[in-house]
């Protein structure tokens, strides 16, 4: 199994798990250009897109997606926010797994601020059980077993309270920020409240423009984890096996 990542950031986000025969995609906040290039044009891959929540850096070729005959997944209250109807698009129950070729995916609760956000725990034979947070302040669950993890690390508490106390921030922007996306230090908790033992792979996800330090980010939690981990960036390629070769 190969992750690719196309973007991630508030610019877009869109990841793809590439499996031996069939491609799985997360998001689709990107041009679908990009996304036909990461598929080397060859659509019949793509078994799937799951989107995570309503949010145009998430969601913005759902219709592009559609139109080249890729099946769409979403919560019902994702499918009304995004404003689409289609016999491609498949409503689906918090906590209920579904099949997508040969991925099973359970949808589970995120904190956001919008309508019926999930995040995805998705398993396959390839890359064994992987666990997807974005766009949640904070994750309530523990998941046993875990091979890869894709986690939001957006910001910096302490940064972003910095820049409020400079005025370079107004604080209206930063308590939405604190209501709706997950810092390093809850991205840190949620980690030591797991089992790593069987992880290869932490990849910190939509890090802010602005509220963040990646290279900081990235040796905290090092630290922490004693893992290998990553700071998700435009075009990169981690291999994402269920074991570590």
Known sequence: MILKIISSSSAGNCYLLVAANEVLIIECGVKIQQIKQALNFDLSQAVGVLVSHEHKDHCSAVKDVIAC???????????????????????????KQVKIG?????????????????????????????VFITDSYYCPFTFPGL?????????????????????ESPEFLRNRVL????????????????????????VLIHLSDSNSDAAAFKK???????KNVHIAEKNMTIPFNKIPF
């Open 69 to 95: 005959g890729m099946n769409v997944y979403a919560s019902a209250g994702t499918i009304e926010g995004m404003g689409v109807t289609s016999h491609r698009i498949h409503a689906l129950e918090c906590e």
């Open 102 to 130: 040969s991925f099973k995916v359970k949808p589970f609760e995120a904190v956001h601020d919008c309508r019926e956000p999930f995040n995805f725990l998705i398993e396959h034979e390839e890359c064994g059980r992987i």
């Open 147 to 167: 091979n890869n993890i894709l986690i939001e690390a957006n910001y910096s508490q302490a940064i972003l309270d910095k820049k409020v106390r400079n005025g």
């Open 179 to 202: 209501q709706s996306h997950m810092n390093l230090d809850t991205c840190m908790e949620f980690l030591d409240a797991n089992d790593l033992r069987a992880v290869n792979n932490i």
């Open 220 to 226: 905290e939690v090092e630290q922490l984890t004693l």
